[in-house]
């Protein structure tokens, strides 16, 4: 079983900026992918970013350009550097993974390992 944990979320003004970080441990799966996923209010849970085991990286549509994923796998972690934040930004965001065979996927039901969740405030 893997843990995750986020860390990182806060209160921003709107075209602010915030870092998220998500450490992995226990029985990671091999070569694992890492995705971001963010859930606000009433909606449901939306792909941010997935970043396979050797780096490549693939950005929902709504934060292309602002948003930036990373990972150091011999640390286990992961970031996600928001840049230009927006109201429509606020969400829960959760970090997630699964094995890095099965590529990037962008639905909430492709990974079975997730975190609890960091909140992200973006006021306007």
């Known amino acids: 079983q893997v843990q995750l944990v986020e860390s990182g979320g806060g209160l921003v003004q709107a075209g602010g900026s915030l870092r998220l970080s998500c450490a992995a441990s226990?029985?990671?799966?091999?070569?694992?992918?890492m995705a971001w996923f963010r859930q606000a209010p009433g909606k449901e849970r939306e792909f941010v970013a997935g970043?396979?085991?050797?780096?490549?990286?693939y950005y929902g549509d709504s934060v292309k350009g602002r948003f930036t994923a990373s990972r150091d796998n011999a640390k286990n972690t992961a970031h996600l550097q928001m840049n230009s934040l927006k109201p429509e930004d606020t969400a829960v965001y959760y970090c997630a993974v699964r094995p890095g065979i099965l590529g990037i996927g962008v639905e909430a039901n492709e990974y079975d390992s997730w975190g609890q969740g960091t909140q992200v405030t973006v006021s306007s």
């Open positions: 226990g029985r990671t799966p091999g070569t694992y992918t």
């Open positions: 970043m396979t085991w050797g780096g490549w990286t």
